[in-house]
């Protein structure tokens, strides 16, 4: 299948690049364009998916931007890689599960390219690593599905500031931390993008009827 590949550079604000995902969306939805990876970085924002509490607003002084997509409450902010997708399972195995699962195999091989070792849980979505026998986050995962077509996506911590997660209750689990990949590895992850494209790609394959 024809998936377009988009790259931007400056951080985009979080309204124009959702408003872009749901046009794509309708797009897709009546076969008038193509499916999408896109890859950003956003301005500084807090968002709440359809499952969060106000009780896991730390500070209240901060402004929530409410969404669509499931989940709780999490951060974006320059530094932090933000991996959107439109991605049609109509003519795929209509398995959500499992492109979930895909989603996660692709962010944990592809942290193993950098020797960083990650895992899912089941009970906690995102992406974990145990940094020194402290379990922490180093991916959000919020995918929304519309009619079988899969949307948003997911976030990685790379060289983004964690300060601003300690007004919240990251994705309402309050007994873990948060990291980035510079804080657990300080190396060159320049081509984590195309790394990450090219493992989702290859795992989407798994859901061809």
Known sequence: MDIEIKKTEKPVNYQEAISLLEGRLKQVSENKG???????????????????????????????????????????????????????????????????????????????????????????????????????????IGVRVSKWIAYHGFSLNIKNSLNPFKSIVPCGISDRGVTNLKKISEQNYEKIQDILIEKFLTNLKSLNA
């Open 34 to 140: 193509k499916e999408l990876i896109w890859i950003l970085e956003h301005e500084a924002v807090y968002t709440a998916g359809t499952s969060y509490s106000k009780k896991e607003i730390l500070d209240k002084t901060i402004k929530i931007h409410e969404t669509n997509r499931g989940g709780k409450i999490t951060y974006h902010g320059p530094g932090q890689l933000i991996f959107y997708f439109v991605i049609d399972l109509r003519n795929r195995k209509k398995d959500i599960r499992k492109f979930i699962n895909i989603i996660e195999t692709s962010i944990i091989e592809t942290l193993k390219f950098y020797d960083v070792h990650t895992f899912s849980d089941r009970d906690n979505v995102g992406i974990w690593v145990n940094n020194n026998e402290k379990i922490e986050k180093i991916a959000a």
